[in-house]
């Protein structure tokens, strides 16, 4: 049976591990997510409509979120909505289209410069997605669509950061990466994207 002197020993390293870990969080020693799981916990949550906000910070490339995102898009069954300054990540690219072609009703805002030679848009747009493009025609002075956000409907998940959904921003710039679950905070994206859609012109009209 252990003193009273290494319990109590004991009980204060856990306090001072407990306190550390928020200040030791975003350090490069930090624990591997396992993104498996907290997609998994995310469809719980959202099957039993939990009232508690969840959110998380990762910060690629340390984290390596590639499998989170794509985790979450296979996991929708609804509806995704997503706003891109960039678009060129393969693996993001087909998950996308293989929730298209499962049904989920999948939405794109994208600013005009995404339209470029690495793109992966216009194979979005040429399977059926609806594609939006930023600024709508005619539409004065210079502003960019910079936003980087996916809506995922049936799991009233937010996806947002400094990331683009790019290679580089997956893999080698220093971003940020934030997973929000929070049903009234998902419903002002939501209408966000719909206000922004106005101000839009679909891309069978861009080109």
Not at 110 to 120: E, N, P, W, Y
Not at 125 to 138: E, K, L, R, S, T
Request: contains cysteine; neutral net charge; charged residues 20%.
């Amino acid at each position: 049976m252990k003193k009273a002197w290494e319990i109590r020993l004991l009980l204060s390293w856990l306090l001072v591990i407990t306190l550390a870990a928020p200040l030791t969080a975003g350090l490069p020693h930090r624990m591997v997510h396992n993104y498996f799981d907290i997609v998994k916990m995310l469809k719980q949550r959202a099957r039993q409509r939990t009232i508690t906000p969840f959110i998380q910070a990762f910060f690629p490339p340390h984290d390596r979120v590639q499998e989170l995102v794509c985790g979450l898009i296979q996991e929708e069954t609804e509806r995704i909505e997503v706003e891109a300054f960039q678009l060129t990540n393969r693996a993001i690219a087909e998950s996308l289209l293989e929730a298209h072609y499962r049904g989920v009703d999948i939405r794109l805002i994208v600013d005009v410069g995404a339209l470029g030679r690495f793109s992966k848009v216009l194979q979005l747009y040429n399977a059926g997605i609806p594609v939006f493009v930023y600024p709508q025609d005619g539409i004065g002075g210079y502003s960019l669509m910079h936003n980087k956000i996916m809506l995922l409907y049936s799991l009233s998940c937010i996806i947002t950061g400094s990331m683009n959904f790019t290679n580089a921003g997956l893999d080698k710039n220093r971003e940020n990466l934030v997973v929000i679950q929070h049903e009234e905070l998902f419903e002002e994206y939501a209408y966000q994207f719909k206000a922004l859609c106005k101000n839009t012109t679909p891309l069978g009209q861009a080109l």
